[in-house]
């Protein structure tokens, strides 16, 4: 079992009576989320806009976003994959121990009023955050939150979502999905695509010393990798694109300007609900885009002579 | 300039039928003779127009959803290996867009149509279309389950509902409408499906099904769209559906419409234990109502993964299945549903699909009406149509491949009793010449003076699938692509868009409505046409005359 359900804001927006927030704090991340798609918004369907949604907030901590919240659920640290289970077998009416519950720091009310709500929904959506994705069993906890979400719909219609970090993040992924059938941590080494993040992903390469160049665009690696990548960036030729000069910047052999995206350049950012939207510039730049740079960089690798020699065209199956 | 010499000729769009007769290019295109270039002596070979694909999901937020969700998929499956003019990629249930471009091309498919485009990621559809090279392409936007324009139709504004609708294929940059289970997918946004076409949907109170199929296949052929309303009927997939699909096409009113994957909507019984075929029944109908046009959506058994507008249905499967499932509803216009699926010989539901799918493409009787399709990726993966072109010319074949079939299929099938075998003008016809017309591509699928050099020269062998798996040449726009099994060139191909007229104020008519609906700035919703890489724009048939052209 596994898989995803899901929708496009705008559906939040239009439908989702009930709202629950699982590890995530939009208020201080994520600023315009709640006013533009979220709670604050009327709708054909939700004419009284806030007061016909009900908002929960699951979390280790009170966050500012708490305040927004009808209902607050104090998670212990470390628990959120306990409470997920016991909550999909509550939902089925499986039996479970006081010492479960217990031990997620929730009460069995809490929990069962929050059921008797999620069930009573028209429309219900679970957004969850870093808190939850990039915690102790990261992927477990958001599988099982998208799991809980899909079984929903055997009571009420049911859809979870990802609050996707900085940037344009979600791009990157949707667009190596479609070249490569990967959204991170490919390799190419052998010619064609592939997956093993945890061995192909940045931060293991680096850690590893297994690349002799970085090429790196629109990231700052160099504030938030480990000590022993970001040695191993300072020692290879490192490439930076950037408009900012930034702590990879600074420790990279080369660092070329761009126009910033979206501001002096133009393209396309995808949504974190992989809803593309463009970016119109509203600036000139004397830079030139990412786009550009990385072009004639191809260009004049493509101009060299061939390197890769005879090899096979395709592989029937892959070892 | 390219002569092929010596060649024995399918061209069914000009009554040829296995002639020897040299054929000359130039600039792209076919032409009277050539002079000089490169020639090919296809002495015994068999040439055909090059394949065209009128119903596939190649490209967009769904198979990208698809691919998201099959990794242990691309892991054991075929590897495109980089090159100075290649891109790598992989193939296997939801290949990557150069691999898509390699393997059309590689079985000598030159013009594919991606049919299911949300106006709302239309820009996201179009990126992955532009890097999918060679071929070239089209595309359907989603129309039936639009909010806006149901309101319309509830209100019964029919006019305004019709300017709704061109302004939203130019919005989308498409060529066509398609129509996904009208008014379920609106319904399933509450968890609800439209099962009944005379029944109101969810969330109106006397619109309904049926209403929607009359009013936007009367509106595609008044907009003089050269591709009829191509419509994916309610309740797929659902035992006793051909009930369903015989009313749905009697509320055409005798306009044209062509009918996605047919297969799927051409069950008898009550339930999955009695489920039977009933394409002798649907073909018959079919064979006396000319308006109508349809694909397969022919099933191989196999592993592939279900992708469908249709959220209710993949609900349904998931149910099933036990397997995973993603689900993507889409504001105001639509949703997609994924999963997973094995279709296998001993199980009896799926050995009837994978019937009823040849049946329905032996008993109509005119290959100009009945094209091959998988609907890639759900009935199986398009690279799998040269084993249903073997199924299709050999009547042994495909009593070899009955054999297993579970012993409770007697009476719920007929294709034992069938003993057609197609021609080789007859598959010309539905892989090429056939889908082209329907599309209103008209000089595709043609080996005309001046139409395009689409061209597949396949060596004449007795293994069926091998010789369609395998051609010896396939020639795009002019360009030799594939020779001797090698990918030589990998141009860009086309995309094929129409603009139909609206009223110069059905913008300000719609924005208010959009803006009430929708969380992002009405200006950022439209594809620009600079988007849109190598575009040509096809003429709609004048808005008087209320047949196109055919
Ligand atoms: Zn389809």
Request: net charge negative; charged share 20%; glycine share 8%.
């Amino acid at each position: 079992m596994g898989g995803k359900v899901t929708c496009t804001l705008g559906e939040v927006k239009n439908r989702a009576d009930f709202i629950v927030y699982w590890g995530g704090n939009p208020a201080e991340c994520h600023p315009r989320h709640f006013t533009k798609y979220t709670l604050m918004q009327k709708s054909k369907f939700l004419p009284r806009g806030r007061k016909d949604r009900t908002v929960v907030m699951v979390d280790i901590r009170e966050t500012k976003s708490v305040k927004a919240a009808d209902i607050f659920l104090q998670v212990r640290p470390g628990k959120d994959f306990e409470l997920m289970t016991i909550l999909r077998a509550m939902v089925k009416d499986q039996e479970v121990s006081d010492e479960q519950i217990a031990e997620t720091g929730l009460t069995r009310e809490q929990l069962t009023d929050l059921i008797a709500r999620m069930k009573g929904a028209r429309f219900g959506v679970m957004f969850f955050g870093m808190g939850l994705s990039m915690t102790r069993g990261k992927h477990m906890n958001s599988a099982a939150l998208l799991t809980l979400a899909a079984e929903m719909n055997a009571f009420t219609k049911f859809v979870a979502m990802p609050m996707r970090g900085h940037g344009n993040v979600t791009g990157a992924d949707v667009i190596m999905r479609w070249q490569t059938g990967y959204p991170f941590g490919i390799s190419f080494n052998r010619g064609y695509p592939r997956y093993n993040p945890g061995e192909f992903s940045t931060v293991d390469v680096l850690v590893r010393g297994d690349t002799d160049c970085a090429f790196i665009i629109g990231a700052d690696p160099g504030a938030t990798m480990p000590q022993p990548a970001i040695d191993h960036l300072a020692k290879i030729p490192t490439i930076v694109l950037d408009p900012h000069v930034t702590h990879t910047s600074r420790l990279a052999r080369v660092h070329i300007t761009t126009a910033p995206a979206g501001i002096a350049a133009p393209g396309t950012g995808y949504r974190m609900d992989e809803i593309p939207m463009p970016l119109r510039p509203a600036l000139e730049s004397p830079y030139p885009s990412d786009e550009e740079v990385v072009r004639r960089i191809k260009e004049a690798i493509a101009a060299k002579p061939d390197w890769m020699g005879q090899q096979p065209q395709m592989l029937l199956s892959q070892i | 300039m390219l002569r092929i010499i010596g060649g024995t000729v399918y061209d069914p769009a000009n009554g040829i039928n296995g002639q020897v007769k040299d054929l000359f290019i130039d600039g792209g295109k076919l032409v009277a003779s050539a002079a000089e270039g490169r020639t090919i002596d296809a002495t015994g070979m068999v040439i055909f127009p090059g394949g065209v694909d009128v119903h596939t999901h190649v490209a967009g937020g769904s198979i990208n959803f698809a691919r998201a969700m099959t990794p242990e998929d691309h892991r054991r499956t075929q590897a495109f290996i980089r090159s100075q003019t290649r891109r790598s990629g992989i193939g296997g249930m939801a290949p990557t867009t150069f691999a898509t471009g390699y393997l059309y091309a590689g079985m000598g498919w030159t013009t594919v149509n991606e049919a299911a485009v949300p106006v709302l990621s239309a820009r996201h559809t179009h990126e992955e279309l532009a890097d999918i090279p060679i071929v070239d392409k089209s595309c359907l936007v989603l129309m039936a389950n639009n909010e806006i324009m149901l309101d319309l139709l509830e209100e019964g504004e029919y006019e305004r509902a019709k300017q709704i609708v061109a302004w939203h294929i130019w919005a989308a940059k498409a060529y066509g409408v398609k129509a996904v289970n009208p008014g379920g997918v609106a319904a399933w946004k509450w968890g609800k499906n439209a099962s009944q076409l005379t029944d109101p949907i969810e969330g109106y109170a006397t619109l309904t099904p049926g209403s929607i199929v009359t009013h936007l296949a009367r509106i595609v052929a008044e907009l003089g769209i050269p591709h009829p309303l191509h419509l994916h009927c309610n309740n797929l997939g659902v035992p006793g559906n051909i009930s369903t699909t015989l009313e749905t096409v009697k509320h055409l009113d005798g306009a044209r419409a062509h009918l996605a994957h047919l297969q799927y909507h051409a069950y008898g019984g009550d339930d999955w234990d009695t489920m039977k075929s009933e394409a002798a029944q649907l073909a018959d109908y079919f064979n006396s109502h000319p308006n109508l046009t349809t694909d397969a959506g022919a099933v191989l058994f196999g592993d592939t993964v279900t992708i469908s507008a249709d959220g209710p249905w993949q609900h349904l499967l998931y149910k099933l299945t036990g397997r995973k499932w993603g689900n993507l509803d889409v504001e105001n216009e639509t949703g997609c549903g994924i999963v997973p699926y094995t279709y296998r010989p001993s199980n009896l539901v799926n050995a009837v699909q994978w019937a009823t799918g040849l049946e329905l493409l032996l008993l109509i009787d005119d290959p100009w009406r009945v094209f091959l399709s998988t609907d890639h990726p759900n009935g199986a993966c398009f690279w799998r149509y040269p084993e249903i072109i073997q199924l299709l010319m050999s009547a042994d074949f495909r009593k070899e491949c009955m054999a297993p079939l579970p012993t409770a299929i007697k009476n719920r099938i007929t294709l034992p009793e069938i003993d057609r075998e197609y021609t080789l003008y007859e598959i010309a016809t539905i892989i090429s010449a056939g889908p082209a017309r329907a599309l209103g591509l008209h000089h595709k699928g043609n080996l005309g003076e001046g139409m395009d050099a689409d061209i597949v020269i396949y060596n004449r062998e007795d293994d069926i699938a091998r010789m369609f798996g395998h051609p010896r040449y396939v020639i795009k726009g002019g360009e030799i692509v594939i020779e001797e099994g090698d990918i030589r060139e990998t141009p860009d191909g086309r995309e094929y868009l129409v603009k139909p007229f609206y009223e110069p104020d059905t913008e300000e008519f719609l924005r208010p409505r959009f803006e009430d609906r929708y969380c992002m700035s009405f200006e950022n919703y439209p594809v620009e046409m600079e988007r849109i890489e190598r575009s040509q724009i096809q003429a709609c048939a004048s808005p008087d005359s209320s047949d196109s052209p055919q």
